[in-house]
């Protein structure tokens, strides 16, 4: 705006008070949102000298109110598990733009505005940005989110056989914790200490070396449990000898 001061007598000095109509403020109260205020004088007050010595024209002036940087925005979803879709959370920020997400991490993905889903246990960089307003500047901030490998387990399948029989095939197994998607576990490899000429009891049967028809194993924590293999008692059947009738008579039995 215009300076007065500048344009009366220099023994003579003024005041004067200022007001804005919309948005409303005046010469007291700062602009509360950014904008452009139309500034209108009034009421030139003199300390040294006389109203009475000037005619006086209140000219308006423009004031521009820019917008400033928002709080510093966080993006706390940073972590989460395979075949798990993760919930994108922010901290931080000012104003009322709306939050949103973007990646461009190969096997990343964004759903549903602020859904995080994943391939695999990779890690993918996330940029979290809310939009400006009429007070705010936009911001963002961009962090690494790594998912972690599922946790399942894997049991042999329990069996049996009879003592001195040969072992039975050890290809059964169930899986806990669940597969993700489309991804399958067609083998694993199975070991026990029985053998054929173990004695009847319980043995365990041991897992490992699970084989993916598809997925990967770097993408799930495997777990693995035993099995038993029970040998059980072998049934015996016997014979009762047949015994020849005849007459006595003395010397036929020595």
């Not at 940087?69 to 979803?77: A, G, K, P, R, Y």
């Not at 759903?111 to 246990?121: C, E, H, K, R, Y």
Request: glycine residues 8%.
């Amino acid at each position: 705006w215009r300076d007065w001061s500048s344009d009366v007598c220099s023994s003579d000095l003024l005041t004067y008070t200022y007001t804005s109509a919309s948005p409303s403020y005046n010469s007291t109260t700062a602009p509360t949102a950014a904008g452009t205020y139309t500034i209108t004088p009034s009421a030139a007050n003199f300390t040294t000298g006389s109203a009475s010595n000037y005619t006086i024209t209140y000219e308006t002036a423009t004031l521009t109110v820019s917008a400033t940087s928002q709080s510093t925005l966080t993006l706390t979803s940073t972590s989460g598990t395979y075949g798990t879709t993760l919930k994108l959370t922010t901290s931080g920020g000012s104003g009322t733009g709306a939050v949103s997400y973007s990646t461009s991490s190969a096997g990343c993905s964004i759903t549903n505005t602020d859904s995080l889903t994943v391939t695999g246990a990779i890690t993918c960089s996330v940029t979290a940005t809310k939009a400006a307003d009429s007070n705010y500047n936009s911001a963002s901030d961009t962090k690494n989110v790594t998912f972690g490998a599922k946790s399942i387990s894997i049991t042999p399948s329990s069996v049996s056989k009879t003592y001195g029989d040969v072992n039975p095939t050890l290809n059964g197994f169930t899986i806990s914790g669940g597969l993700v998607g489309s991804d399958t576990i067609t083998s694993i490899t199975e070991t026990t200490t029985a053998i054929t000429t173990s004695d009847v009891g319980s043995y365990s049967i041991y897992a490992s070396g699970a084989l993916f028809g598809s997925g990967s194993s770097s993408n799930y924590s495997i777990t693995y449990l035993t099995g038993s293999l029970s040998i059980n008692q072998k049934t015996l059947s016997t014979t009762t000898p047949t015994i020849a009738s005849r007459s006595y008579s003395p010397g036929n039995y020595s």
